[in-house]
């Protein structure tokens, strides 16, 4: 049985668990029959946050703002273009060999797509044992046995170890990615949109495993997602992206109760509520996204915005302090 090195001194209470630094990921587009270079696809634009330990932090945001590109950068899924990730004090972005193999343990991510994201020639055991074989920890008979333990703990039972990822439901499969996630017991787990695939009588009971999991094994999440119900449900604080970028991020109780960011009051505006007299006047913004290949001068959202004034064309607002533990990118504030 392999025993892993630590990599850092005995973590503090007080620091992040995770730190994102100014993190880029461009990609080149390509455009025409010869692949010709078409500019460049800024996914992912200076951002920069930090994870508490224990804590949830939810990532919400329009598709294509950027959020799945973001998770698979911060754990190295994707290499970055730009930018620092600290993991407990340990540069992610810099780590090679033994230490980055050593540091994956440690994080964790779950796919959107249960089912694209499970190999179909593999078994469900075979599958969930893949990590505990690769990083050499135990022997066959204490694998088998942490895979069937780890099957109990997400609703799955013996009988489910032999079948294959096309044998088991949309709900049955993300159990299964979870308890695959969960196997080399990591500290920081990326949820990327665990439940959008599944049907709604489904997704409360895989929201309620996760719960349940982070207060057994005090685990991290950074949980990626579009539905802002979802999000309050199961978050402490809320991070707001568009376009490659952070623009708000706070406890979940202000963002939902008083957003200041004209993109996240019209994001809550436009959530069905079922409370008499809840909901309030419907905040429209205007046309489309821009394109990340090209993304207009000055703030972001300004083309869409009802509240932009001149200077929202002209300066690009910095992610800043406007309240206790609040951060607004935003001239309004200014």
Same mark, same amino acid.
């Given at each position: 049985?392999?025993?892993? /090195?630590?990599?850092?001194?005995?973590?503090?209470?007080?620091?992040?668990?995770?730190?994102?630094?100014?993190?880029?990921?461009?990609?080149?587009?390509?455009?025409?029959? #010869?692949?010709?270079?078409?500019?460049?696809?800024?996914?992912?634009?200076? +951002?920069?946050?930090?994870?508490?330990? @224990?804590?949830?932090?939810?990532?919400?945001?329009?598709?294509?703002?950027?959020?799945?590109?973001?998770?698979?950068?911060?754990?190295?899924?994707?290499?970055?273009?730009?930018?620092?990730?600290?993991?407990?004090?340990?540069?992610?972005?810099?780590?090679?060999?033994?230490?980055?193999?050593?540091?994956?343990?440690?994080?964790?991510?779950?796919?959107? $797509?249960?089912?694209?994201?499970? $190999?179909?020639?593999?078994?469900?055991?075979?599958? +969930?044992?893949?990590?505990?074989?690769?990083?050499?920890?135990?022997?066959?008979?204490?694998?088998?046995?942490?895979? &069937?333990?780890?099957?109990?703990? /997400?609703?799955?039972?013996?009988?489910?170890?032999?079948?294959?990822?096309?044998?088991?439901?949309?709900?049955?499969? =993300?159990? *299964?990615?979870?308890?695959?996630?969960?196997?080399?017991?990591?500290?920081?787990?990326?949820?990327?949109?665990?439940?959008?695939?599944?049907?709604?009588?489904? =997704?409360?009971?895989?929201?309620?495993?996760? *719960?349940?999991?982070?207060?057994?094994?005090?685990?991290?999440?950074?949980?990626?997602?579009?539905?802002?119900? *979802?999000?309050?449900?199961?978050?402490?604080?809320?991070?707001?992206?568009?376009? @490659?970028?952070? /623009?708000?991020?706070?406890?979940?109780?202000?963002?939902?109760?008083?957003?200041?960011?004209?993109?996240? =009051?019209?994001?809550?505006?436009?959530?069905?509520?079922?409370?008499?007299?809840?909901?309030?006047? &419907?905040?429209?913004?205007?046309?489309?996204?821009?394109?990340?290949?090209?993304?207009?001068? @000055?703030?972001?959202?300004?083309?869409?915005?009802?509240?932009? #004034?001149?200077?929202?064309?002209?300066? $690009?607002?910095?992610?800043?302090?406007?309240?206790?533990?609040? *951060? +607004?990118?935003?001239?309004?504030?200014?």
């Amino acid at each position: 049985m392999t025993t892993a /090195v630590p990599l850092s001194p005995q973590p503090s209470a007080l620091s992040p668990l995770l730190e994102a630094r100014g993190v880029v990921k461009h990609y080149p587009a390509r455009a025409g029959v #010869f692949a010709r270079g078409a500019g460049t696809v800024q996914a992912v634009d200076g +951002v920069s946050f930090a994870v508490r330990r @224990g804590e949830t932090l939810g990532l919400v945001g329009e598709s294509g703002c950027g959020k799945s590109t973001l998770g698979r950068t911060l754990l190295r899924l994707l290499e970055p273009t730009a930018g620092e990730v600290l993991f407990d004090r340990l540069p992610v972005f810099r780590l090679q060999g033994p230490e980055l193999r050593v540091l994956r343990r440690r994080m964790q991510f779950v796919f959107q $797509d249960p089912a694209a994201s499970l $190999d179909p020639r593999m078994t469900a055991e075979a599958i +969930v044992g893949e990590g505990l074989v690769i990083h050499r920890i135990g022997t066959p008979a204490e694998r088998r046995e942490a895979v &069937r333990r780890l099957f109990e703990q /997400v609703g799955l039972g013996p009988a489910h170890l032999r079948r294959y990822p096309h044998e088991f439901s949309g709900g049955q499969r =993300q159990r *299964l990615g979870i308890a695959r996630a969960l196997a080399l017991r990591p500290e920081l787990v990326i949820c990327d949109e665990p439940v959008s695939a599944l049907d709604v009588s489904v =997704q409360a009971q895989v929201v309620n495993l996760l *719960l349940d999991l982070q207060r057994a094994y005090g685990l991290t999440y950074l949980f990626i997602a579009h539905d802002l119900r *979802l999000v309050h449900h199961v978050s402490d604080r809320v991070a707001v992206m568009y376009l @490659g970028r952070i /623009v708000e991020l706070a406890d979940r109780d202000a963002v939902y109760r008083e957003p200041l960011h004209p993109y996240t =009051q019209a994001l809550l505006s436009a959530v069905p509520r079922l409370e008499p007299g809840a909901p309030g006047p &419907r905040l429209h913004v205007e046309g489309e996204p821009p394109s990340p290949t090209a993304p207009p001068p @000055g703030c972001r959202f300004h083309p869409r915005c009802p509240k932009r #004034f001149d200077r929202c064309s002209r300066e $690009d607002p910095a992610l800043k302090p406007v309240a206790e533990g609040r *951060l +607004v990118a935003c001239h309004l504030y200014d």
